[in-house]
């Protein structure tokens, strides 16, 4: 299950390094929701064309070709460092110190040798579309309005290389943490137990409804004023 989890930072080399990634990530992951937003636009654009002037936008389909790897694959490291994928952890999370973070560790790995794979795969693919010998430097195009495919087929190894950064990062956390036998290692998500994310939840509603309550009384005085 995806489940709430925190990271912990501290001044060492390893937080700095993890904090200069997911800012990268964070950047990757903020393209991906302006591809989404774009999407909606389009939409918009394409279905009022339709309806108002029966011209809808020419190569819609392909303008959604070139905007899915956005959306697909560059929010990936980021949630990654969250913690906030899909998982099943019901083994796992019964798990502590040194068993838990071995467990971890293998995983991580199976993931870096998946993304390491998927990484040379994809790049494969986007040289057999990329060539300066071809006008726009495109051996193919789409079907519609002919744009070039690959900027699209190079989000994809760019995004997937990111998120092996991040899981080098993490498999390094873990093996520190095995090494120095550690409860809580830096640069790596810790899932939240059910009793935590009540609390932090129970936190949050209460900070909004003091929120809430502060503004309703300073609407108050100033009315009363």
């Known amino acids: 299950m995806a489940g709430a989890a925190t990271v912990i930072e501290d001044g060492s080399a390893l937080s700095r390094i993890d904090r200069s990634l997911y800012s990268a990530e964070r950047l990757l992951a903020l393209l991906s929701g302006l591809a989404v937003f774009s999407l909606m636009i389009l939409a918009v654009v394409s279905v009022g064309g339709r309806n108002f002037f029966n011209s809808p936008l020419p190569g819609y389909v392909d303008w959604i070709e070139q905007v899915m790897p956005l959306i697909a694959f560059m929010g990936v490291a980021f949630v990654q460092r969250d913690g906030g994928h899909i998982r099943m952890d019901i083994l796992v999370g019964q798990l502590r110190g040194r068993a838990l973070w071995i467990v971890e ?39 519609d309005i002919a744009l070039p495919i690959w900027p699209a087929k190079l989000l994809a190894p760019i995004a997937f290389f990111v ?18 036998g550690l409860e809580e290692p830096v640069a790596v998500p810790l899932i939240e137990d059910v009793a935590t994310q009540a609390a932090r939840e129970a936190e949050h509603v209460s900070g909004a409804e003091h929120d809430l309550d502060a503004s309703t009384d300073a609407s108050s005085g100033a009315k009363g004023g």
């Not at 998120?163 to 120095?180: E, F, K, P, T, V």
């Open 105 to 143: 560790f293998i995983t991580v790995l199976a993931m870096l040798i998946l993304m390491i794979l998927l990484v040379w795969g994809s790049w494969a693919h986007f040289e057999r579309s990329f060539s300066f010998d071809a006008p726009m430097w495109s051996n193919d195009s789409s079907m």
């Open 163 to 180: 998120l092996c950064l991040r899981l080098a990062l993490q498999l390094y956390a873990y093996a520190r943490a095995i090494a120095l």
